[in-house]
């Protein structure tokens, strides 16, 4: 079993920065690509951003992509994702997720992760 913890949430005016943190437990070691996803009230939850075990390659969202940088310290089992230039739009509860299968960061359907943590609210206000 994996546990992933996520911490960093808040809240922020338009135009701020903030940087998520997701911690991973147990058998770390048997799991993939990790993805950062989100879920806005009243909406399903949505792909943000993945990351290869390696940290080499990283796949986002279009509506993320250049404001937001995913990447990971494999020492510490964590995995980050910097947010800048925030939107009231990315108001949202974000998710991180593992799997155990070997698939391709673009793979960003919720039904091909395996493990979710908890969830951190992310505010942003205008």
Do not use: H
């Amino acid at each position: 079993q994996v546990q992933l913890v996520e911490s960093g949430g808040g809240l922020v005016q338009a135009g701020a920065s903030l940087t998520l943190s997701c911690a991973a437990s147990g058998r770390t070691d048997s799991v993939y690509p990790t993805g950062w996803f989100r879920q806005a009230p009243g909406k399903e939850r949505e792909f943000v951003a993945a990351i290869s075990r390696s940290g080499v390659n990283t796949y986002y969202a279009d509506s993320v992509k250049g404001r937001f940088t995913i990447s990971r310290d494999n020492a510490k089992n964590t995995v980050y994702l910097q947010m800048n230039s925030l939107k009231p739009e990315d108001t949202a509860v974000y998710y991180c997720a593992a799997r155990r299968r070997i698939l391709a960061i673009s793979n960003t359907s919720i039904e091909s992760y395996d493990y979710w943590g908890q969830g951190t609210q992310v505010t942003v206000s205008s």
